[in-house]
Each structure stands twice: as C-alpha cells, then as structure tokens.
C-alpha cells in the first residue's frame, strides 16, 4: 500500500500533543490517534523530544499496517504561539524560551524530516476551509479555539489571514481574555459550564460588535460538548462547532505539510 496523499499531523497544546497519520485529500486519519500530555513547563527540547517520538511511533504503526515509505511522510507541527517564518514570536502556555526559537529547525531535526510549523488554531481553521464547516462558504468566519488558551483564525472567502490573535483582547478588566475564558478556567476555577458559556458569550458578541464577521466556528477541546452551551444569547451571526472537532489542528498541519513538499498533494486523487 502507498501513503501517496499522507502526512503526519501533530498538534501541540498547553495540556496535551495529539497526532496521526491523514489522507490529505480526505482528512481522514490512517492511524490511530496518539496522545501524551505536553511535558512540565512546555521547554523547546522536551517538547521537540515528545513530537519525535510520536513521528516514530505513528511511522511505525504505518510500516506495521503494510504501508511502504512511512519513512519518507512529511510531518507537519502546530504550535500554540504566533509562528512567523518557522520561528516562534509569542508563548502564553508554553516556555517563554520559545519566543524566537527556529521552531522549524529543532522540529525538523526532531522528526528526522522536513517539518512544516504553524500556529494551532491557523492549522484547525485550514482543515475547516477544507474539510468542514468553512468549505465552500464565502465571506469572513472567525475560528475559535477553546482549551488551554483561546486560538483564533481569520478566513476571508476560503483564504487564511494567519497570526490574527484575538485570545489576548484586555476585556471587562482582565489584561488577556483567555485567563478568564478558555476552556481551562473551567477546571482551573471549578466554574460550571453554564458559567464559562456565559463568558464566552460576552466575548464572541464583543468580538462580533468590532469584527462584524459572517459567522463563528467553535473548536478546541471543549468543542465535543457543544450540545450543552449553544446557542449564545446576544450573538446575531450563527455559531458553530467545528465540524472536525478537537482534530482539527492535526488535519490542518498534515494538510499543510503535504502541500509545502506537492502543493497538487491535496487535490489529486487518492
Ligand atoms: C496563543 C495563540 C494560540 C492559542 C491556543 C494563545 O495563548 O497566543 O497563538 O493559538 O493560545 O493555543
């Protein structure tokens, strides 16, 4: 068997490192899903340590399922920080030594393969854009990532804006938002759900009254519990789970990965 339209997706967290392998041209996995809790204190090496031995694991299953060249899949990484031209600039959950590390370069010498970065939630809106609640819809969606910080993409008319940060608005008195609204506070402050939606609430509807986009799309960890907290009261435009869920950010980077060896990579057929 041959992993022609395949690559690695490996999403790191503040909390967690999921990753598989995908068919790109479908954005379905053709591995199982891995999973290891993001190293204390989020360092660049024990993070670069974790992502290369999930690269080894995930390979290792391929080559034992029968596929050839599992060897040779380009791996793709997000990272939860504004990524510019493989470096990191930010780092709000992770160590603050990765701001100006060349995030490219110790991952792709983790990996043993040329490595594409990107920002996690830039990666969960570009598997949206391609696979689910963005595809084919014109107009500007906000991508919302809720877990251990807030994410955020921009897609205007199917195009990615990356790098647009909006977890970190001072809002109602706290200097980041997400301190007060990610996913995370509801562990972190034994807040309900009820609670949490309702901050969430008052923040999509400020960041509908600035940014007038067309809709939002709702990922990240909590969105598998969508049921429970939509609708929002006070939000005109509708809001939507991600379609791909919590996978998103793993879609995205393998999508990604692929397209930067063969950009054609995403839209032959398998
Ligand atoms: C970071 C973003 C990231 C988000 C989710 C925020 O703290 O600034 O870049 O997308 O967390 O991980």
Not at 19 to 35: M, P
Not at 98 to 124: E, F, M, Q, R, Y
Not at 205 to 211: A, N, R
Not at 254 to 263: C, G, K, Q, T, V
């Amino acid at each position: 068997m041959g992993l022609q339209h395949a690559a690695i997706g490996i999403d790191v967290g503040g909390t967690g490192i999921k990753g598989a392998a995908i068919d790109v041209t479908t954005g379905e996995k053709i591995s199982t899903r891995h999973k290891v809790a993001t190293p204390a204190g989020g360092a660049p090496a024990d993070i670069a340590r974790e992502v290369g031995s999930m690269a080894a694991a995930i390979r290792a299953e391929l080559a034992a399922a029968g596929f050839d060249s599992s060897a040779n899949l380009p791996v793709g990484v997000t990272l939860p920080g504004v990524v510019r031209d493989g470096v990191m600039r930010t780092a709000a959950n992770i160590d603050l030594s990765w701001i100006g590390t060349d995030a490219h370069a110790l991952l792709s010498a983790a990996v043993a393969a040329p490595c594409t970065v990107v920002n996690d939630a830039d990666a969960a809106g570009i598997a949206e854009v391609a696979f689910g609640e963005v595809s084919g819809l014109p107009g500007v969606t906000l991508v919302l990532t809720f877990g251990t910080g807030i994410g955020s993409a921009l897609v205007a008319d199917g195009v990615l804006v990356p790098n647009f940060e909006l977890g970190h608005l001072e809002l109602d008195g706290f200097t980041s938002i997400e301190r007060h609204t990610a996913a995370k506070v509801i562990e972190r402050e034994g807040i309900t759900l009820d609670e949490w939606a309702s901050r969430v609430s008052r923040y999509i509807g400020y960041l509908e009254k600035i940014l007038n986009p067309d809709r939002f799309v709702l990922g990240g960890s909590i969105s598998k519990a969508s049921d429970s907290f939509l609708p929002f009261a006070g939000v005109t435009v509708p809001v939507v789970p991600a379609r791909l869920r919590n996978n998103a950010g793993i879609i995205g980077a393998a999508r990604l990965a692929a397209e930067a060896i063969d950009p054609e990579s995403s839209n032959s057929a398998p």
